[in-house]
């Protein structure tokens, strides 16, 4: 199934670009979605919100076929 997936702050710094489709399993959770576009690193795994079609979910909800899927990482402030 295809979902898109768009990208906020320093997760479309790492992933070059502020949205794209993606290709994933039937059945993957936002989770699952997450973890294989950004895999955790030495630092770990960059704590992030989930939307779901513009509504905040968590990352155990599953993904739909042509589902728009946001990851919100924490927002600094200076």
Same mark, same amino acid.
Request: hydrophobic share 40%.
């Given at each position: ?29 936002? #989770? !699952?979605?997450?973890?294989? +576009?950004? %895999?955790? =690193? ?23 076929? #042509? !589902?728009?899927?946001?990851? +919100?990482? %924490?927002? =600094?402030?200076?």
């Amino acid at each position: 199934m295809k979902v898109v997936v768009h990208h906020f702050a320093v997760l479309r710094e790492r992933r070059g670009c502020a949205s794209e489709v993606v290709e994933v399993p039937d059945g993957s959770t936002l #989770g !699952d979605i997450y973890t294989r +576009l950004f %895999p955790p =690193g030495p630092e770990g795994v960059l704590p992030v919100g989930y939307a779901r079609n513009e509504a905040w979910t968590s990352g155990s909800e599953v993904a739909v076929d #042509g !589902d728009e899927v946001a990851f +919100l990482p %924490p927002l =600094g402030g200076g």
